[in-house]
C-alpha cells in the first residue's frame, strides 16, 4: 500500500504571513485529546500543547504538557534550537544564552497524518516526529539524528501548566509543580486532585538537570487576536541532555497513564502499529478515497471519532449491553461532541470510510440519550451530561439513520431504535422543550424560546442571540417532513400501512403548507423563516438548499431550479456556501475580531465548507447525469489542505476572496461531507 506524506518545503514554510508560524497540525488520540501546534513549533493559542489529555469527569480535557523546547548542539559546540523561538519553551535564564540561532526547517511533512520535521543545524541534519498511541493519554517525540559527522548532544526541556483546554492561559489548575525521580522516570505532580505526568527518555542515557522550577510568562499571539487572555505563565522543572550519534534516535514519552502503559511497548513499535492503523484505515475506505488528498481526508476523519473517556458510567452500560459507546468530536481545537454535528457528519466520517459498526455504535451512543424527544444539542467538556436546545439534531438523527440502514441494511438497529424514534415524533407533534412543536393548523414546525438559539445558526454572545430564526425556519421543516417520510417507510415496513398511515398524512400535511408558505416569487427564491417574530424574513440563506437536498424533497419538483441557481449565483464559493448573501443586511464579509465581533460574522456571510455537501446532492437531483460539474465544485478545497490545519479542513472562511479560513482547524462536518461527496461523485 502507497505511504501518504504531503511536504511543505522550505520556501513554502518561509513565506510571509501564511509560513510556519500560521499552518497548525494536529494528532488526536481517540478519547478526545490531542497533540497540536504551530509548523513553526511556536504556541499561538491556549490550545496548542503536546499533550492534552481526555481525563474522567469532572476534568476533561486537561493541558498537561504544553512544549518540549528542544537544542542541538553539534560537534563544534554551536547550538541550534529546533522549534521557534515564541514556543515559550526555553526560560529566561542562563540556558536562553545558549540557544544559538535558529535551526532551518528545511521540511514539514505529515506522514499518514503523522507531523515530521527536518532541520538542518550546522552541519546535522535532525528529523523529529510525534506519535500518539491509539486508545492512550501518551504523546512520544521522537528525534532522529539522519545526517552528522560525529554524534549530536541533544537538549530536551518539558514545559507546562495544568491546565483545562478552555481555560484562559493565566488560569492554570495549579500553581505549584513537585517533580520526583526514580532512576530514569520522572513524575510531575501539582495535588492530589489533578492527573500525574510521567516522563522518560528512550533511546540513550539522557539524565535530567533540574534547576529550581523556571517559569516564563508566554504570549499567545492568536488568543490576542481573538479577543482572549494572552499572557500566562509556563513552568518547566529542568531539562534531559545526552548524546545522539549519526543513524541514531531517542523518544521522549510523557503520559497520564501508569508506567505499565508508558513502557508496554518501546517506541519503534508503537509507531510501526500506529502506522499499521493508520494504512489499514485508508484501506477500509470506499475505494475513491484511497488515494492522495481524499486518503489523507480519511485519516483526518479518524480524528474526530473517540471514545469519551470523561463518561465512564456511560461506558460501562454500553458494555454491559454487548454496546460500545463512539461519538464525534465536532472541530479542533474547542469544541466537544455536538449531536447536530455527529449526524450530519456520520456518513462521510463512517460510512463513507467503511467504519460501519462505529456507525451503528453512534447511532445508540445518542439513542440512548434521547430526552424528551430531543438528543442532546453537546456535551460540555468535563461534564457526563449533555444540554439539550436544539430544534435540528434530533430530525438530523433520522437521517443518519437511513444513510445507515441503507449501507447495512441492519435491521436490528432499525427495531432497537423505533420505539425511541416514535416517541420523538410524539413529542414533537404534541410540542416539548423549547417552543418546538408542530402548528396544528398546517403542521409545520415551529420552535424558539427567548435566550436560546436552536438552529445550526447558533452564535451567542452573553445574552445576546445573533440569529434567533424564531418560527418555522425553512431547513426546520425540510428536516421535519424528511423524518415523517422514513419513519412512515420505516413503521410500514415493520408494522403495516395502517401503522404508517398517521404519519404518512402528517407529511402529506407539512408538504402542502410548506409549499404554500416558503415560497417568496418576488425574490424567486424561499423565505428563511416564516411566522416569525416579526413577519416573514427574506433573507437569502442556504437553508433553502434543504428542502431539495434531502431523501425526501419538501419542495415542489418546478421550484429546484430557480432555488438551486439562487445558491450558485449568490452564495457559492470555491470552499462552502456562504452564510448570508451579500446586499442583505447584516452581511459580514470577514470573520475576525474578538468574540462579539466573531459571533456577528459567524452566520451573516461567514462560508461554511459542510454546506457544500447539500448543495452537491440538490446539484445533482437536478442534473443527475452531471457528476463531473459536481465534483468540480469540491476541487476549492485540495490547495486548503496546504493551508490552515495541514491535510484536514476548516469549519469556516470569510465570505470573499481569499477566502481565508477561520474558526477550527479541523471540522467534522467540513471533511466528513467532502468525502461523502467525492465518493458520490466518482464516476
Known sequence: MADFVRRLSREVLNTGPNGAETREWLVANGLGGYASGSVSGAVTRRYHGLLIAALPAPLGRVLMLSQLSDVVIDADGRSYRLSSRDTGGEPDDGGSREEGQTAALQEFRMEEGLPVWRFRAGGAVIEKQVVLPHGQNIVHVTYRVMEAKAPVQLRLRPVMAFRTLESAVDRPLARDYRISAAGQRYEVSAGADLPVLRMAIEGGDFPMTLDGGIRRDVYYRVEDERGYQARGSLWTPGYFSGEVGPGQSITFAAATEDWWRLEALPPPDVLVFEMERRRRIIHNANPALRDG??????????????VPAGRVADQMRARAEGDEVRTVIAGYHWFTDWGRDTMIALEGLTLATGRHLEAGWILHTFGHYIRDGLIPNMFPDGKDRGLYHTADATLWFFHALHRYLAATGDRDTLRLLLPKLREVIDFHRRGTRFGIGVDPKDGLLRQGQEGYQLTWMDAKVEDWVVTPRRGKAVEINALWHNALRLMAGWLREEDGEAAARPLSELADQAYASFNARFWCPSAGHLFDVVDGEHGDDIACRPNQIFA??????????????????????????????RSLAPGCRDYKAKYFGDLRARDAAYHQGTVWGWLIGPYVDAWLKLHPEDKAGARRLLEGFLPHLDEAGIGTISEIFDAEAPFTPRGCISQAWSVAEVLRCWAKTES
Open 293 to 306: 488528498a481524499m486518503a489523507e481526508l480519511v485519516l483526518s476523519a479518524d480524528s474526530f471519532l473517540f
Open 548 to 577: 431539495i437536498s434531502l431523501d425526501h424533497p419538501v419542495l415542489e419538483r418546478e421550484r429546484w431550479e430557480p432555488v438551486v441557481e439562487t445558491v450558485r449565483s449568490r452564495l457559492l464559493t470555491p470552499v462552502g456556501l
